[in-house]
């Protein structure tokens, strides 16, 4: 396949949106907040919304392998956003809870996350984001079967 043809193929559009919006996504967090990177952000949100997740299924969850999210999840112990403390029945497991800081940064990269998702849907009316949402979740469906 050419380059040319590559460039017009729908999930290699897809992909470079993707991937166009989570670098700009991430240089807008960085500029106001520092270090803290999306997938960490996920991680936190994923945890605030489902606390009773366990690691494996944050990683499902947003859409990473068990390596990378232990990896995140160390780095958030390390910067203060979570606690690791030990699971009080399964030896083998620890528990994880936010601390009031990864709240706090929660609660002020919201505006932020917002902002970015405004300026990447800038332009694009609610029904072609409606057939795109319908599009979306039917390549979803048919990868599933």
Do not use: W
Request: with cysteine; aromatic share 6%; proline share 3%.
């Amino acid at each position: 396949m050419t380059a040319e043809k590559l460039n017009a193929t729908f999930f290699y559009l897809l992909e470079k949106s993707i991937k166009s919006y989570r670098q700009m996504a991430q240089r807008n967090i960085s500029d106001e907040f520092g270090s803290i990177t999306v997938d960490q952000l996920l991680v936190l949100q994923t945890m605030r919304d489902q606390p009773e997740l366990t690691q494996q299924q944050i990683a499902v969850a947003v859409f990473k392998d068990f390596a990378s999210i232990t990896r995140i999840i160390d780095l958030l112990v390390r910067k203060g956003f979570l606690k690791r403390s030990d699971h009080p029945t399964d030896r083998r497991r620890f528990e994880l809870t936010i601390t009031p800081e990864g709240e706090d940064m929660l609660v002020q990269v919201r505006p932020r996350i917002l902002k970015n998702r405004r300026i990447a849907l800038e332009g694009i009316e609610e029904e072609e984001l409606a057939v795109a949402r319908k599009v979306l979740a039917r390549i979803v469906e048919n990868c599933s079967q």
